[in-house]
């Protein structure tokens, strides 16, 4: 006999500032465990059925491809302890949202994410019908789910590449050659964060930032790196990271692949927007 599970996701740095009930596929509700804690998920059905783990993991995939935030699914049985050291003396077990936290605050720092700000519609429900939009790009969102998970830049660069691979169903230098020049002016979407100086808040948008930073490495990359950028990005960076041998891989620093994953991520989310 299979036991219904409840399951949860934390999503950090997520906070929902919506009084709209969100609904998913008009099947699911998205509902905040505690909306004071922030970043804690969970789908409601909204009729009698069992929610299938696979279809959550999908759902969240998208959520965290829109808000890029990293996600971790949770059992409400679990108690959240999922690390059991193996030091025999001294047993330790945590939650891994430490983790997911360090990360964001690695890559975001103190900055909140507005979950869906502005689409709010008269009804007062969203309506996210993430089956008919992103069905046929699964594996790519898996893949952009795991980079945002990454601590090491390395392998956040190398799954950003993969998706372009998966798209395209080739290295992808050919369509990083005809799309890298189209990064600034793509339409990548609205995705507002919140942040503090020292005496109030402020408003910024992301992707204006990621924008910037991606300006700014291609330009030193043009400049500096005697080759062809989409050559740099596969033969050096990628080929590189995955296996390295070729004599022109990896003559590379990590605070430079740190600077190409700003590259990497906005080529990779171009090419899942453009087949949707």
Not at 12 to 22: E, H, K, R, W
Not at 235 to 252: E, K, L, Q, S
């Amino acid at each position: 006999m299979k036991k219904n599970v409840n399951y949860f996701a934390y999503i950090p740095g997520l906070i929902d500032n919506t009084c709209s009930q969100i609904k998913i596929d008009n099947k699911y509700f998205l509902e905040q465990t505690d909306p004071a804690q922030g970043g804690y998920f969970y789908l409601k059905p909204t009729r009698k059925n069992i929610l299938k783990l696979k279809d959550i993991i999908f759902y969240f995939n998208c959520l965290s491809f829109e808000n890029e935030s990293p996600f971790w699914i949770f059992e409400e049985s679990n108690d959240i302890k999922l690390f059991d050291s193996i030091d025999p003396f001294n047993k330790y077990e945590n939650n891994p949202f430490f983790l997911l936290d360090e990360i964001q605050f690695l890559k975001f720092g103190i900055i909140l994410i507005n979950f869906l700000d502005n689409e709010e519609d008269d009804n007062f429900i969203i309506k996210l019908m993430y089956s008919k939009k992103y069905h046929n790009k699964k594996n790519e969102l898996s893949l952009y789910s795991q980079a945002l998970k990454q601590s090491d830049p390395f392998f956040e660069y190398l799954n950003y590449y993969r998706i372009i691979e998966s798209i395209e169903k080739s290295n992808g230098k050919k369509w990083i050659k005809e799309n890298i020049e189209n990064i600034n002016d793509f339409n990548f979407g609205k995705l507002k964060g919140v942040t503090r100086n020292k005496t109030k808040k402020i408003e910024i948008d992301i992707y204006e930032i990621l924008k910037n930073k991606c300006s700014e490495r291609l330009r030193y990359i043009k400049k500096n790196i005697e080759m062809p950028i989409e050559k740099y990005l596969y033969n050096v960076n990628r080929c590189g990271i995955a296996h390295g041998n070729n004599p022109i891989d990896f003559n590379t620093h990590l605070s430079e692949i740190q600077s190409d994953v700003y590259v990497m991520k906005l080529l990779a989310k171009m090419a899942i927007i453009k087949k949707l």
